[in-house]
């Protein structure tokens, strides 16, 4: 397996750019694939333009788990609904990769069990089937780890899927019930007369609509401060590695103090590096730093700071930040954001892996990559109508979350656009938190 969607990947939506259409969805990863297919559902005709390949971004690249596991409060109810379409999905389109495995979040020390308790308590009301495993259960549950855990948190019902292979597939489906999808199709400006927006301009020409969402990942900042509104959106990267097939050494998904795992669908092991990301600091960074603090001192070494983003990265010094819709737009220019993963960890969670798990003996890596992952200050997405800009509807800032939940903020997203009742208190989800003077509460850190 090498991670297949790169800007040599071949073009595999290439329909004409019509003049108008009933909506205009931007950005092809999970959420925007999943927004245009529910428009498509209720009968309109929506176009999803993708500046490189669908999921060629985060939605690819990610570690393919789905769980409402440690999730925040204001995010649960939405993620049940995800796994429930997941699953709907998975009937209807079938080889997603989709598996019910679990998820472990495992306890380094005794300590540590508080935090989990804390948040079981507060979950209650959701009715997760989440619990406390001591190290005992926990050593009966996965008899090959070296456990050295004090104990682990464990959700039995949480999912996993490819992302590779589950976002293409879900755009295919989405194409065959009514969504126009154009690859290689940046949109380089939003079209506003009037104070309103209705439509956009592309590099190929303008689409009029008047339903415009925009899904962009890591590039939605850029997008929208071309256009007058600022959200405080970073990039990290965030490196993975896949294992050669192994023997089935632990099926759910886990994470400790240094590794995460995730068991693929081809008997391989993708891995990270947990709690580690590394920030490209550039003028995003700089601006919106005040507002990362509280993250910050939260969890001071979870974050390495590299001094500047390669470039073409969204928020690289040399950007552009003020480019016009006919000349070339900084999404052009880098059709998929790529970056090289960071090979020393690469190195050490091999051996970390072959550690925790001794049978498998040495543990060897076929591949590995990194994604950038798009991230808000109080660890929660911005799921919203856009005051400032009448007809956009804006869904980004998933902060590495945003593939399990994707499909139901994908739903939530089209409902929207439509004017409809999304079905969930989005209060949390607000653009406005960062602006009405609101005091940002952090999202769950476990
Ligand atoms: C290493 C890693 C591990 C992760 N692990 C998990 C996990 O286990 N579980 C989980 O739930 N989440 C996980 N995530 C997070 C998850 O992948 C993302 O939250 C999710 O994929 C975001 O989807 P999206 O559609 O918002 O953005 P993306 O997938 O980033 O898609 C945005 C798309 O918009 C396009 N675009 C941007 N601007 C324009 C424009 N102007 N015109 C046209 N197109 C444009 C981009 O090219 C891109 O394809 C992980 C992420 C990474 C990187």
Redesign the pocket.
Known sequence: MALPITDQSPIEHDAPLPNDADAVV???????VMTAWELAKVGLKPVL????RI?????S???????AQGRDLAEIPIMLEAQSIWRDLDARVGGLGLAQTGTLFMAPKDGDMAGFQEWLELAVPYQLNSRLLNARELADHIPHANARWAGALYTPNDLRAE?WVAVPALARAAVEDGVTIIEN???RMLDIEGGAVTGVITEKGRIKSERVAL??????SL?LRRHGVSIPQLSVR?T?AATDALPEVVSDSGVDDRLAWRRRADGGYSL?PSGFHELFVGPDAFRAAMGFLPQLIKDPLGTRYLLAAPKGFPDAWGTNRRWSADKQSP?EKMR?LNPKPNARKVEKLAREFAGTFPSLGAVTIKDAW?????VMPDVVPVVDACAALPNLTI??G?????????PAFGRITAKLMQGKEPGHDLNRFRLSRFFDGSTLELGPNL
């Open positions: 931007i950005g092809g990863g999970i959420i925007g333009l993708e500046k490189g999921a060629g971004e985060q939605s690249r990610n570690w393919g788990w789905i769980r992302p199709c940046a949109v899904a962009g990942g890591s590039w939605s997008l965030a993975v990270a999404f998929i990194a994604g950038m992952i798009d869904c980004t998933m902060c590495g979350h945003g593939f399990g939940i994707g």
